[in-house]
């Protein structure tokens, strides 16, 4: 009984969501979002790609140390950028 309940629960789900995605507005805000990240990467490509090529050249030669790294400030593995 409780598969059934849950199967329903979630085609009712997926159907709701449905609906949702297909609606024109939230089509419309969806393309803004995707072209605002598109905008926001191309004009932070530059200043992220030293980090994206030391992530790279560590998986490619295996560099487990390299990827393990955590930087010492918020930012996490791949540091802050150098003011």
């Given at each position: 009984?409780?598969?059934?309940?849950?199967?329903?629960?979630?085609?009712?789900?997926?159907?709701v969501?449905?609906?949702?995605?297909?609606?024109?507005?939230?089509r419309?805000?969806?393309?803004?979002?995707?072209?605002?990240?598109?905008?926001?990467?191309?004009?932070?490509?530059d200043?992220?790609q030293?980090?994206?090529?030391?992530?790279?050249?560590?998986?490619?030669?295996?560099?487990?140390?390299?990827?393990?790294?955590i930087?010492p400030?918020?930012?996490?593995?791949?540091?802050?950028?150098?003011?």
């Amino acid at each position: 009984m409780a598969g059934h309940v849950r199967r329903r629960a979630w085609a009712e789900a997926e159907e709701v969501f449905g609906v949702v995605l297909a609606d024109p507005e939230v089509r419309r805000i969806g393309a803004l979002v995707e072209a605002e990240e598109m905008r926001s990467g191309v004009e932070l490509r530059d200043e992220l790609q030293t980090f994206q090529d030391r992530y790279e050249e560590a998986v490619r030669t295996g560099d487990v140390a390299v990827l393990a790294r955590i930087c010492p400030g918020k930012h996490g593995r791949w540091g802050r950028r150098a003011s």
